[in-house]
């Protein structure tokens, strides 16, 4: 799993990135927590999405905001971490110019920067979005939200309480022709501690019938 640095708005960005096998591999972009609060890109949860595309052939990109590891910058309130993930998401077309497809994943904070660059880049196919804290950011922009995905969190969650979740999924799945996969995961907290496992089987699953079984597979 190489390290990659490449270059962001503020300076180098650190990355780890997994090259699919099969030519024309589709690519993955994975957003970690908030940088204030401990996020990076090696949080159990955002490697589980890593790995979950990475099992199916994807080239998949994982990497630090600015400020985070040794990605260079301060935090930027969400505005510089947007940023950061298009300038991810060029470098990442940049190695795998014809890919089929184009899918993001966001963990917390990550969500919800995701979920503002899939409104911005119509290259995006899908999403996963874990935890996505609609209790403390604003979700309005999804008007209209542009692909289909799945949102997934606990129904423990000591940040985002359950209803302000189900408040966003009913708003975008009334959408048209947009179909979001609602999942609670029993007993989760919102960074599903001991429960990875869990989280990574529901993601899977919607993974398989959303794209098909993994095209290649990656040792643990």
């Given at each position: 799993m190489?390290?990659?640095?490449?270059?962001?708005?503020?300076?180098?960005?650190?990355?780890?990135?997994?090259?699919?096998?099969?030519?024309?591999?589709?690519?993955?972009?994975?957003?970690?927590?908030?940088?204030?609060?401990?996020?990076?890109?090696?949080?159990?949860?955002?490697?589980?999405?890593?790995?979950?595309?990475?099992?199916?052939?994807?080239?998949?990109?994982?990497?630090?905001?600015?400020?985070?590891?040794?990605?260079?910058?301060?935090?930027?309130?969400?505005?510089?971490?947007?940023?950061?993930?298009?300038?991810?998401?060029?470098w990442l077309q940049t190695y795998n110019p014809n890919a089929p497809l184009c899918w993001i994943g966001g963990v917390s904070f990550g969500a919800w920067i995701g979920m503002q660059l899939?409104?911005?880049?119509?290259?995006?196919?899908?999403?996963?979005?874990?935890?996505?804290?609609?209790?403390?950011?604003?979700?309005?922009?999804?008007?209209?939200?542009?692909?289909?995905?799945?949102?997934?969190h606990g129904d423990r969650d000591e940040v985002v309480p359950q209803a302000a979740v189900t408040k966003l999924v009913t708003k975008l799945s009334h959408q048209k022709d947009i179909r979001i996969d609602h999942r609670v995961v029993p007993g989760a907290s919102h960074f599903f501690v001991n429960r990875t496992d869990e989280l990574a089987l529901q993601v899977d699953d919607y993974l398989d019938k959303a794209l098909g079984n993994p095209i290649a597979a990656v040792a643990e």
């Amino acid at each position: 799993m190489p390290e990659v640095l490449f270059n962001g708005p503020a300076g180098r960005l650190e990355g780890r990135y997994t090259h699919g096998k099969q030519p024309n591999a589709p690519v993955a972009l994975l957003l970690h927590p908030h940088p204030q609060h401990n996020g990076t890109m090696n949080n159990k949860v955002v490697f589980a999405l890593f790995q979950s595309f990475t099992k199916r052939g994807y080239s998949a990109l994982r990497f630090n905001f600015r400020g985070v590891g040794r990605s260079q910058g301060t935090y930027d309130k969400g505005e510089g971490e947007l940023a950061d993930a298009a300038a991810a998401l060029d470098w990442l077309q940049t190695y795998n110019p014809n890919a089929p497809l184009c899918w993001i994943g966001g963990v917390s904070f990550g969500a919800w920067i995701g979920m503002q660059l899939l409104m911005r880049r119509p290259e995006i196919d899908g999403f996963v979005s874990v935890s996505p804290p609609a209790n403390l950011f604003d979700f309005s922009f999804l008007a209209p939200c542009p692909s289909s995905g799945l949102i997934i969190h606990g129904d423990r969650d000591e940040v985002v309480p359950q209803a302000a979740v189900t408040k966003l999924v009913t708003k975008l799945s009334h959408q048209k022709d947009i179909r979001i996969d609602h999942r609670v995961v029993p007993g989760a907290s919102h960074f599903f501690v001991n429960r990875t496992d869990e989280l990574a089987l529901q993601v899977d699953d919607y993974l398989d019938k959303a794209l098909g079984n993994p095209i290649a597979a990656v040792a643990e």
